[in-house]
């Protein structure tokens, strides 16, 4: 069956710090791979998707990055943080053969400070 | 462009209540529309997609092209129903689009 995992799980970074969220699924091949931020009031904010190695979508300009250096990891990054970058970050899978549900990891609390 | 809207940030009902969670859209095309579901320290999960029609632990939705909406709902809830519950929209093959959440309360 198919898994997806992220790390960490937790994360308390300086502002100007620099910031890298991997996630990995297993168990499938070529999926699409996302990052979602959860924010209170605000809902789930899709920041980046990819639809293949090297293939990264910027849905909202900000001052993250995304990557996607093998099939299925994908890593969320930031040069320097802000107080704003504060979140929870979710990365999501789908496989396109069985059609558009996604699935979630369990996701990873940032506190800028 | 494609927006999902969910009115109510919460909604707080007493067990054995009725419950209806509203989700309104707006898509030119064909949608796919989903009600995903987070309970307390657990991770984001599909509760039910409108193309497969079913119930999940007792909660039902049709989707009203005429009205653009995806309305979640319970006959009698239960406790162990309080969540958060997202509404999403799916448009193609590489996004989804969620509302912003309504968190359900149900007391005893």
């Known amino acids: 069956s198919q898994t997806i995992h992220q790390w960490p799980a937790t994360l308390v970074q300086p502002v100007g710090s620099p910031l890298s969220l991997e996630c990995t699924v297993e168990?499938?091949?070529?999926?699409?791979l996302y990052w979602y931020r959860q924010a209170a009031g605000r809902g789930l904010q899709l920041l980046f998707y990819?639809?293949?190695?090297?293939?990264i979508s910027s849905e909202v300009p900000q001052n993250l990055s995304a990557s996607r250096p093998q099939d299925r990891q994908f890593i969320l990054s930031s040069k320097k943080l802000l107080l704003s970058d504060s979140g929870f970050y979710l990365c999501?899978?789908?496989?396109?053969?069985?059609?558009?549900?996604?699935?979630f990891g369990e996701g990873s609390w940032l506190t800028v400070v | 462009a494609q927006r999902v809207t969910q009115p109510e940030k919460l909604l707080s009902v007493f067990k054995g209540a009725p419950v209806e969670l509203k989700c309104n859209y707006s898509?030119?095309?064909?949608?796919?529309l989903f009600w995903y579901v987070q309970y307390s320290r657990q991770r984001l999960q599909l509760l039910l997609r409108?193309?497969s029609r079913e119930s999940i632990k007792g909660f039902t939705a049709d989707l009203n092209k005429g009205e653009t909406s995806f309305h979640l709902k319970k006959p009698f809830a239960q406790e162990e129903d309080s969540a958060m519950y997202y509404c999403?929209?799916?448009?193609?093959?590489?996004?989804?689009?969620f509302g912003k959440g309504t968190m359900l309360l149900v007391s005893p």
């Open positions: 409108h193309i």
């Open positions: 999501a899978w789908r496989q396109r053969s069985s059609g558009n549900t996604i699935y």
């Open positions: 898509y030119s095309g064909s949608p796919e």
């Open positions: 168990g499938t091949s070529n999926p699409n």
């Open positions: 999403a929209l799916s448009y193609g093959y590489s996004t989804l689009t």
């Open positions: 990819s639809v293949g190695i090297g293939q």
